[in-house]
């Protein structure tokens, strides 16, 4: 899983909520990185954001503690020339995927 931005072609990856739980059209929640500045990751409700994880410092974001070692994933934050991502690598055959819900809570399944 990545998500991020292509800075060559502008495209951005990211998460959006579903509208309720029975409704999957485009809700207003939205989990992005911010390349404005130094690259950051948001979650937030319409343009505002009301969750953020603040810089990369080159081992973890800033507002949320260091993820320990992983047996199933690793995750890696990657800033170039062509495009900023992060990232998460499965280490294993097992399934996962990240949600965000349609009240903006980001679960990890």
């Given at each position: 899983m ?25 809700s ?21 954001e ?60």
């Amino acid at each position: 899983m990545k998500f991020g931005k292509d800075l060559i072609t502008g495209i951005e990856r990211y998460f959006t909520s579903w509208k309720s739980p029975d409704d999957p059209s485009t809700s207003l929640y939205k989990f992005w990185v911010d390349t404005n500045g130094y690259p950051q990751i948001f979650l937030g409700e319409g343009q505002g954001e009301t969750l953020r994880l603040g810089p990369w410092n080159g081992v973890s974001f800033q507002g949320i503690p260091e993820e320990s070692m992983n047996a199933i994933y690793s995750t890696e934050f990657v800033v170039n020339q062509k495009e900023i991502y992060y990232i998460h690598k499965l280490k294993s055959t097992t399934v996962q995927r990240l949600l965000l819900a349609w009240d903006g809570m980001a679960q990890r399944l």
